[in-house]
């Protein structure tokens, strides 16, 4: 197969699924729940467990402190 081939094999399926996604209707749904699913934790428990994770999150770590850059990702 030559590459025109699977181009015109490429579009003519996307043309066919968008023409199936035309058909398909979505409602839009919201869900409220008597009870929040997630465990609210207050005092030095919730604290140092938020903590924990951050740091072991963090790409970099100087004692207590988390090392960033401020526009680093920007480079």
Wanted: charged share 55%; net charge negative; aromatic share 6%.
């Amino acid at each position: 197969m030559d590459r025109e081939q699977i181009r015109k094999q490429a579009k003519e399926i996307l043309d066919k699924f968008s023409r199936a996604l035309e058909k398909v209707s979505v409602e839009e749904t919201r869900v409220e729940r008597e009870e929040d699913r997630r465990e609210e934790k207050e005092g030095e428990e919730g604290n140092s467990d938020f903590r924990k994770i951050m740091f072991e999150n963090a790409p970099k770590r100087k004692g207590e402190f988390l090392e960033a850059e401020k526009g680093g990702w920007l480079e």
